[in-house]
Nanobody, 118 residues
């Protein structure tokens, strides 16, 4: 069974930092591209950041570029998202996702709530 279990979401002050982690199991983590997606109340899901299977190429949405950093540890099956200079617009439920392009497989984990307060 594929599991993507995030942790680290909490209430944080405006301008603060937070690190989200996602622990993966049930699939060969090192062969999957990974990403973070978020969904704010009343809004459509928004892709935030992605990283390839080897961890040597990263991608960011314009809204987070320069503030967020995605990374992965393949031996530990973990995915991280370091978030800095947090804004109120970063308030959302954050999901980690796994993608296996050769077979068009996509998995979503459960979400973790990040709330940025003024």
């Amino acid at each position: 069974e594929v599991q993507l279990v995030p942790s680290g979401g909490k209430l944080v002050q405006l301008g603060g930092s937070l690190n989200l982690s996602c622990t993966a199991s049930g699939f060969t983590f090192s062969t999957y591209d990974m990403s973070w997606t978020r969904q704010a109340p009343g809004k459509e899901p928004e892709w935030v950041a992605g990283i390839n299977s080897r961890g040597d190429t990263t991608y960011y949405a314009d809204s987070v570029k320069g503030r967020f950093h995605i990374s992965r540890d393949n031996p530990k099956n973990t995915l991280d998202l370091q978030m800095n200079s947090l804004k109120s617009s970063d308030t959302a439920v954050y999901f980690c996702n796994a993608h296996y392009l050769p077979e068009s497989l996509d998995y979503w984990g459960q979400g973790t709530q990040v709330t940025v307060s003024a």
